[in-house]
């Protein structure tokens, strides 16, 4: 009997257990840790699309496209605004369109406007959830569909700490993140069980599985608009002592995303250098 988890991928032979002949589609990829899981994603071999909204995309494909080239790979860019429905759909499909197949969703994009409770306009919450959770719920109910067709499928939902524990100004992201834990794990039991329907499970197979991660404090745009004396007063209460780097968020990202972590699904893993434990 195999236990091997490799895959033949047509016109590219057996795949080396990485990620070539893959394709991923990574939200908000142009930017921070979007951009690491990319490139990171690209760097294990597979074809990477990158979502953007406001960004130029340009610059950032260019440089992607040569790193996938060295894996007879290629990368794209998809512009669309995942707090509407009809553009989560419509990347989803042109993803689907320009590369053949979607292995690999990775919801990253997100948003923050913090205020505390009292503060907080309907604009603050409906925007927020819009962009943080339902987003995430459009693309992976059209990549899903996709998924369970071929019968295989990573989603990896990027949560966050504060979907843990909560944070003064931040109920609606906190909200949020934490609404993802439940999306994730419901996809995570619908998955297998359409899988399991459609006749294309089998014991040693690559599967269909979703999982979120939750970042702790990690160093980009989006922390860079956190005040130099509240960085260093959160940064001591890290054990580890810093801030986390996009790259270490990544490594999570194309571990949980690779064929032979079939067995894992449904879970929640943090990268926060302690900061909750
Ligand atoms: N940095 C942290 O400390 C930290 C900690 C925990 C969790 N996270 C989570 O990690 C993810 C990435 O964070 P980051 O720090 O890398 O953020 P960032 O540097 O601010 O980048 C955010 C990304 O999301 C995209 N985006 C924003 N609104 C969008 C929309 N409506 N439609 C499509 N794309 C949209 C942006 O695209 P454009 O540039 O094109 O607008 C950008 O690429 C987020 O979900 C965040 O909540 C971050």
Known sequence: MTTSYVQEIPGLGRATGKLTGRV?????????????IARSLAGQGATVAVGYCNDSAEDFVANLTEQAQAHRATASAHQGDISSAADCRRTIAEVIETH????????????TMDKTVAA????????????????AFFLSQAALAHMVERGTGRIVN???????????????YAAAKSGLFGLTKTLAKEAASQLDKSGLRTDYG?????????PGLIATEMTDRIPERVMSKLTSQIPVGRAGRPEEVARVVHFLAADASAY??????????GMDM
């Open 264 to 273: 894992l699904t449904g879970q929640v893993w943090s990268v926060n250098g």
């Open 158 to 172: 990027v949560s966050s700490v504060v979907g843990e524990t909560g944070n003064i100004g931040q109920a609606n």
């Open 120 to 135: 907080m306009t309907e604009e603050d919450w409906y925007t927020v959830l819009a962009v943080n959770l339902s987003g």
């Open 100 to 111: 053949g197949r979607l292995d690999i969703l990775v919801n990253n994009a997100g948003i």
């Open 24 to 36: 991923a589609f990574v939200t908000g990829g142009t930017r921070g840790i979007g951009a690491a």
């Open 206 to 214: 690559i599967g269909i599985t979703v999982n979120a991660v939750t």
